[in-house]
């Protein structure tokens, strides 16, 4: 019975994950608009309609690409988790929260772009999403807690490190930002860098490749 609650709580909470990244995604969007068809717009009027709409843009981009990386990023440390127990879950749970409110500061920021306060409180989320991302994945692998026990030290440190690179950056927006404002847009813009350079420095590997899936964990302590 607690392999099979363990295999159901795992199953579950990868489940919640996709749909709360997706519909992040998708609620994003919802920022953007489109001229009323309606009216009747003259060329120039359109042209400067969808003008208006590049700075949106920009920040919805910005956004979608931070929500990509740490979903991409989720599913490597998700695929080194074995089993999952009650704290793990309100990790992730504390996680999704402040990943699910980074809409909410994209949609002020795409209105009132000019005012830098959004921009700071939108890199303080997503600090915190980053901050519970790390916790999550340092509570998993101490002692192994809840991962492969055959997963080498090097590569749970590696992850450690790679986990806590977008709130860095995300603190240092905040101080880039207040010298020059485009150095922030700059500081968010070298985070997908930062992330394809990763695997030429250190690539993960996942549990296939290391086990062929045929481990089977110790349930953990709740």
Known sequence: MEDIKNKEWRTRL??????????????????????DLEQNLEKEQILDFAAAQIPKMGIYMITFVMISIYWLKHLEHFGNIMVVNTTFIWLELLFLLFLVILPFW??????????????????????????????????????????????????????????????????????????????????????????????KISRIPYISKITGNIFKPKPPKT
């Open 14 to 35: 990868r489940f919640l994950v996709d749909l709360l990244f997706s519909a992040t995604m998708t609620i994003m969007i919802l920022g953007l608009e489109i001229p």
């Open 106 to 199: 994209n949609g002020y920021m795409t209105v009132f772009p000019e005012i830098y306060q959004f921009k700071i409180l939108y890199s303080l989320n997503v600090f915190l999403v980053g901050i519970f991302s790390w916790l999550s994945l340092k509570y998993a692998t101490h002692n192994h807690r809840l991962v492969n026990p055959e997963l080498p030290n090097a590569t749970i440190l590696t992850l450690k490190k790679q986990a806590i690179t977008e709130p860095t950056l995300a603190i240092i927006a905040i101080f880039a930002g207040l010298i020059k404002p485009f150095l922030w847009d700059l500081t968010f813009l070298s985070v997908p860098v930062f992330f394809a350079l990763r695997k």
